[in-house]
T-cell receptor, first 110, second 116 residues
Framework: GQQVMQIPQYQHVQEGEDFTTYCNSS?????IQWYKQRPGGHPVFLIQ?????EVKKQKRLTFQFGEAKKNSSLHITATQTTDVGTYFC??????????FGSGTKLNVKP | DSGVTQTPKHLITATGQRVTLRCSPR?????VYWYQQSLDQGLQFLIQ???????AKGNILERFSAQQFPDLHSELNLSSLELGDSALYFC???????????????FGPGTRLTVL
C-alpha cells in the first residue's frame, strides 16, 4: 500500500549542530505536511507544502518539497534544546487519506 | 491549546472489555480524525469523519468503530480489548466549513489507554 518512509528514526546532535529529516514516497504526493510532537505532547502543525520544488522557511527551519513531489525534507539550522521532539511528515495521496511517517526523534545535547 | 478536547485523559481497563473515547473538535471544524500511537511509535491513521459521514479509513481493526454525531463530536469505540491495544489515542480536527486535504490538523491532548 501507499506509505511514506521517514529517516532517520533517531538523531542525537550537539546544540548548535544542524539536523535534517527526510520523507520519501514511491508515488506522487498531493501535498505534504510537517508536524512536531514534543515529549509528552501532541503533534502540532508546522507547515504544508503543495507545489513541486517548493521551499519554505520558518526562522531556523527550512522545508523542501521535491520536484517530482515524491520526497520532502525538514532542515533545522543551529539546533537549540527547544527543538527536542519528534518530527513527523504527513503525506496525502490523491487528496484523500493521510499517511504519517514513522517520525524522527531529535535529541539535542546542551 | 489546540481547541480540540478529548476525554478521558487516562483509561485503565482489562482485556476483553469495551471502552469509548470521546472527542470534541475545534469550533466549526467538520472533519475529525482518529489516530493510534503506540509507545515511541509513529501515528497510525484509523479513520476520518466529515460532517457525520465516514470519509476515509486507515488501519482500523474490526473490533474498533467510530462515529461522528450531529453536534460534530466523535466517539471511538474499542471492544474485546487486547494488551496490544494499549496506546495513546489522538483525535484531530480540521477544515472549518470545508473538506480539503490541504487543511492542517489540530490535535487534541490524547487519551492514554492501558489494557491490563
Amino acid at each position: 500500500g501507499q506509505q511514506v518512509m521517514q529517516i532517520p528514526q533517531y538523531q542525537h546532535v550537539q546544540e548548535g549542530e544542524d539536523f535534517t529529516t527526510y520523507c520519501n514516497s514511491s508515488t506522487t504526493l498531493s501535498n505534504i505536511q510537517w508536524y512536531k510532537q514534543r515529549p509528552g505532547g501532541h503533534p502540532v502543525f508546522l507547515i504544508q507544502l503543495v507545489k513541486s520544488g517548493e521551499v519554505k522557511k520558518q526562522k531556523r527551519l527550512t522545508f523542501q518539497f521535491g520536484e517530482a513531489k515524491k520526497n520532502s525534507s525538514l532542515h533545522i539550522t543551529a539546533t537549540q534544546t527547544t527543538d527536542v521532539g519528534t518530527y513527523f511528515c504527513a503525506a496525502t495521496y490523491n487528496f484523500n487519506k493521510f499517511y504519517f511517517g514513522s517520525g524522527t526523534k531529535l535529541n539535542v545535547k546542551p | 491549546d489546540s481547541g480540540v478536547t478529548q476525554t478521558p485523559k487516562h483509561l485503565i481497563t482489562a482485556t476483553g472489555q469495551r471502552v469509548t473515547l470521546r472527542c470534541s473538535p475545534r469550533s466549526g471544524d467538520l472533519s475529525v480524525y482518529w489516530y493510534q500511537q503506540s509507545l515511541d511509535q509513529g501515528l497510525q491513521f484509523l479513520i476520518q469523519y466529515y460532517n457525520g459521514e465516514e470519509r476515509a479509513k486507515g488501519n482500523i481493526l474490526e473490533r474498533f468503530s467510530a462515529q461522528q454525531f450531529p453536534d460534530l463530536h466523535s466517539e471511538l469505540n474499542l471492544s474485546s480489548l487486547e494488551l496490544g491495544d494499549s496506546a495513546l489515542y489522538f483525535c484531530a480536527s480540521s477544515g472549518r466549513g470545508t473538506l480539503s486535504s490541504y487543511n492542517e490538523q489540530f490535535f487534541g491532548p490524547g487519551t492514554r489507554l492501558t489494557v491490563l
